[in-house]
């Protein structure tokens, strides 16, 4: 470049720019401004013009065919399209190709001869020497290839739910054990113990035979919902208790009401309160003196006592008096007897309350 700088602008023009095309004028103008200046010379875009008016017949009779420029991947045939960003260019780009293998394909075994004509040439024996074993063969050849897709569907399979069986039979085997050491160390008989065996065994076929049946893409399911529950935020912890209270009743105990004799210290329980103030009360103010009752001789309370008596065995008298006075209605004689006595008792017994 600093050898083309030191060139003078005729040198430039002459050995240079009348041999540079369109484009390349466009990268040499961005180098400096000398070389901007040449570029957009006038005489420079006529020149070549005229050039080209006059080199145009001898290069269009020059220039390859579109064969050629096919093979050269110069130019794109209108059954090849340019790969492109759109998803559906892409998808034609690729299925162009094979869509016209497939129909070059078809065409060719439309037009192939019929098997009667390659007999008649000779390339193809007759029907009837064809072995006799062929459909027997043909059968062989169809259970072959059902078995060999049936084997490979099994092993994708099973190679899924193996890692899930081995699991499986570990833990039953150690059930196993476990059952087996356990009948050991209590003592039981071998029977009891062949018999868990045999039921653990039975489980374990039983839990393989599952899990064998389940089609694998259930037990993706089961075990992805089992792992997405697994990898979940556990759920919030419920807040906790208060803590328990040493007294709960909130019944002053002794050591409270020695601090409240001791200190004005308050407490918070609303009958510990209650109780430090039946305190201070009764420290503060003493309770008036209780009326005495007057005693009572002997003889009043005798007299009470007989009283009491009394007047309840006049009640049972006169109610036996009475129920004999309706039960013997006929004689009047008979009812004046009986209310002598009666009348005699209740004297009596008044005068002895007076």
């Given at each position: 470049?600093?050898?083309?700088?030191?060139?003078?602008?005729?040198?430039?023009?002459?050995?240079?720019?009348?041999?540079?095309?369109?484009?390349?004028?466009?990268t040499?103008?961005?180098?400096?401004?000398?070389?901007?200046?040449?570029?957009?010379?006038?005489?420079?875009?006529?020149?070549?013009?005229?050039?080209?008016?006059?080199?145009?017949?001898?290069a269009?009779?020059?220039?390859?065919?579109?064969?050629?420029?096919?093979?050269?991947?110069?130019?794109?045939?209108?059954?090849?399209?340019?790969?492109?960003?759109?998803?559906?260019?892409?998808?034609?780009?690729?299925?162009?190709?094979?869509?016209?293998?497939?129909?070059?394909?078809?065409?060719?075994?439309?037009?192939?001869?019929s098997r009667?004509?390659?007999?008649?040439?000779?390339?193809?024996?007759?029907?009837?020497?064809?072995?006799?074993?062929?459909?027997?063969?043909?059968?062989r050849?169809?259970?072959r290839?059902?078995?060999?897709?049936?084997?490979?569907f099994?092993?994708?399979?099973?190679?899924?739910?193996?890692?899930?069986?081995?699991?499986?039979?570990?833990t039953?085997?150690?059930k196993?054990?476990?059952?087996?050491?356990?009948?050991?160390?209590?003592?039981?008989?071998?029977?009891?113990?062949?018999?868990?065996?045999?039921?653990?065994?039975?489980?374990?076929?039983?839990?393989?035979?599952?899990?064998?049946?389940?089609?694998?893409?259930?037990?993706?399911?089961?075990?992805?919902?089992?792992?997405?529950?697994?990898?979940?935020?556990?759920?919030?912890?419920?807040p906790?208790?208060?803590?328990?209270?040493?007294?709960?009743?909130?019944?002053?105990?002794?050591?409270?009401?020695?601090?409240?004799?001791?200190?004005?210290?308050?407490?918070?329980?609303?009958?510990?309160?209650?109780?430090?103030?039946?305190?201070?009360?009764?420290?503060?103010?003493?309770?008036p003196?209780?009326?005495?009752?007057?005693?009572?001789?002997?003889?009043?309370?005798?007299?009470k006592?007989?009283?009491?008596?009394?007047?309840?065995?006049?009640k049972?008298?006169?109610?036996?008096?009475?129920?004999?006075?309706?039960?013997?209605?006929t004689?009047?004689?008979?009812?004046?007897?009986?209310?002598?006595?009666?009348?005699?008792?209740?004297?009596?017994?008044?005068?002895?309350s007076?």
């Open positions: 470049m600093d050898r083309l700088s030191a060139l003078p602008d005729e040198l430039l023009w002459l050995i240079l720019l009348a041999h540079l095309d369109i484009s390349d004028w466009q040499l103008a961005l180098v400096s401004h000398r070389f901007r200046s040449l570029v957009q010379d006038p005489r420079l875009h006529k020149s070549r013009r005229l050039l080209a008016a006059h080199s145009l017949d001898d269009l009779a020059n220039r390859p065919s579109p064969v050629d420029l096919y093979r050269r991947n110069v130019l794109l045939s209108p059954n090849r399209l340019a790969p492109g960003a759109e998803p559906n260019r892409t998808y034609m780009l690729l299925t162009l190709p094979r869509r016209q293998s497939r129909d070059r394909l078809a065409r060719a075994l439309a037009n192939r001869p009667e004509e390659l007999c008649a040439r000779g390339l193809v024996p007759p029907a009837s020497n064809i072995g006799v074993y062929a459909a027997q063969t043909i059968k050849l169809e259970r290839s059902v078995e060999n897709l049936l084997a490979s099994l092993n994708t399979r099973a190679s899924s739910s193996i890692a899930v069986i081995a699991i499986q039979r570990r039953n085997a150690e196993i054990e476990e059952l087996a050491t356990t009948d050991r160390s209590v003592g039981q008989s071998s029977s009891l113990s062949f018999n868990a065996l045999r039921r653990q065994a039975l489980a374990e076929k039983n839990g393989c035979e599952y899990f064998v049946r389940t089609s694998v893409s259930a037990l993706v399911s089961m075990y992805s919902f089992t792992a997405a529950l697994l990898a979940a935020p556990p759920p919030p912890r419920a906790p208790l208060p803590p328990k209270l040493a007294n709960p009743n909130c019944n002053p105990t002794e050591q409270d009401i020695t601090q409240s004799k001791s200190s004005n210290s308050t407490l918070t329980s609303v009958s510990a309160i209650k109780r430090k103030f039946e305190l201070l009360a009764q420290q503060s103010y003493s309770a003196p209780c009326p005495k009752t007057p005693q009572r001789s002997f003889v009043e309370c005798r007299k006592y007989f009283l009491s008596s009394d007047i309840s065995l006049v049972t008298i006169s109610r036996s008096a009475s129920s004999s006075s309706l039960s013997s209605e004689s009047s004689g008979s009812c004046s007897r009986a209310q002598g006595p009666v009348a005699a008792l209740r004297q009596h017994f008044i005068s002895l007076c």
